[in-house]
T-cell receptor, first 115, second 115 residues
Framework: AQSVAQPEDQVNVAEGNPLTVKCTYS??????LFWYVQYPNRGLQFLLK??????LVKGSYGFEAEFNKSQTSFHLKKPSALVSDSALYFC?????????????FGKGTKLSVKP | KAGVTQTPRYLIKTRGQQVTLSCSPI?????VSWYQQTPGQGLQFLFE???????NKGNFPGRFSGRQFSNSRSEMNVSTLELGDSALYLC??????????????FGPGTRLTVT
């Protein structure tokens, strides 16, 4: 069965510093991986996805993610954090087949960026 | 392009009642998925509809049901509400064409409180 793990419940960084939010996955077949962000009382916003190709995927708001097949990881990164990046971040994997809609999410990581 | 809309945004119901939530996808999106988000269980997939047919279903009891109309709008229904059904219900839509992998776009959610 597909699964996603986000080992950190919370990540704290200072504004201007680089940030990393970790994600590891377990899939059978090709991994289709996604990152989403959720602000308080809002739905999820799509940041980026990995399907195939380059291991470094660039997304919205300056975020990028590095796919590492040998370590089964898909960590989210940003070179310089902003206070406005503070939110809940979810890693997800698509559960195979032709269905587009069945995403399996990690538990989420709360990112706190302090001025 | 308008985003995914969900109505109502907030709902308070009593145990034993039933509830219907509505979702209008982004124009041109034919796949609509529903998720339940709770602090304890996180984000869990309920079901996906495509061209008025349920294409995939998560591990929820039969009290949870849904449907999709010819204009791709979707509704989900929960009958005989239980306290544990209190959650944020998120709807997401995506393109679904051939074997491509498409990201989902989420609505703001409906906050259901069962008393």
């Amino acid at each position: 069965a597909q699964s996603v793990a986000q080992p950190e419940d919370q990540v704290n960084v200072a504004e201007g510093n680089p940030l990393t939010v970790k994600c590891t996955y377990s899939v059978s077949g090709n991994p289709y991986l996604f990152w989403y962000v959720q602000y308080p009382n809002r739905g999820l916003q799509f940041l980026l996805k990995y399907i195939t190709g380059d291991n470094l995927v660039k997304g919205s708001y300056g975020f990028e993610a590095e796919f590492n097949k040998s370590q089964t990881s898909f960590h989210l990164k940003k070179p310089s954090a902003l206070v406005s990046d503070s939110a809940l971040y979810f890693c997800a994997v698509r559960d195979g087949g032709v269905s587009q809609g069945n995403l399996i999410f990690g538990k989420g990581t709360k990112l706190s960026v302090k001025p | 392009k308008a985003g995914v809309t969900q109505t109502p945004r907030y709902l308070i119901k009593t145990r034993g009642q039933q509830v219907t939530l509505s979702c209008s996808p982004i124009s041109g999106h034919r796949s609509v998925s529903w998720y339940q988000q709770t602090p304890g269980q996180g984000l869990q997939f309920l079901f996906e509809y495509f061209s008025e047919t349920q294409r995939n279903k998560g591990n929820f009891p039969g009290r949870f049901s849904g449907r999709q109309f010819s204009n791709s709008r979707s509704e989900m229904n929960v009958s005989t509400l239980e306290l544990g059904d209190s959650a944020l219900y998120l709807c997401a839509s995506s393109l679904s064409s051939g074997t491509g992998v498409y990201e989902q776009y989420f609505g703001p959610g409906t906050r259901l409180t069962v008393t």
